[in-house]
């Protein structure tokens, strides 16, 4: 599935439908530029997973948790690690075993983790507001 979304707005609610369609146990594969919408995207993701909470970007966490939904949802950012090495020795596999969703930004760098049920988003800037989202593995 393409879409081109005109804002912030229209990203964080193409994020929510596709949070309304996911089930425990999702990995959700995000790829993108800097500043090209993923944490937004996210922020829409953990509003169709039931989720209150103020989501913000992981990147000096590596990951933050967000419980109080259907699902829990887990935000990694690997744009700091080195390869999969490093995302294991943190507990990823801890991580997918817990139920969740785990929405990971930068997933070109942890390529080996994903395996052929990961839901694929790339997001691409196209100018200041508009972006092209492509969803892969996923029905909306």
Wanted: with cysteine; net charge negative.
């Amino acid at each position: 599935m393409e879409q081109i979304t005109g804002s912030e707005f229209e990203t964080e609610a193409l994020g929510e439908r596709l949070g309304r369609a996911l089930g425990a146990g999702a990995v959700v594969a995000y790829t993108g530029d800097l500043g090209a919408g993923k944490t937004a995207f996210t922020r829409g993701l953990a509003r169709g997973l039931g989720i209150a909470e103020r989501v913000t970007s992981p990147t000096f966490t590596i990951v933050n948790e967000y419980e109080g939904g259907r699902l829990p949802l887990f935000h990694f950012d690997m744009y700091r690690l080195g390869g999969e090495d490093e995302l294991f020795d943190i507990g990823w596999e801890d991580y997918l075993a817990r139920g969740g969703v785990c929405a990971v930004e930068w997933s070109e760098n942890v390529p080996g983790a994903f395996d052929g049920d990961t839901v694929r988003v790339d997001i691409q800037r196209l100018d200041e507001n508009r972006r092209r989202i492509i969803i892969e593995g996923a029905k909306l």
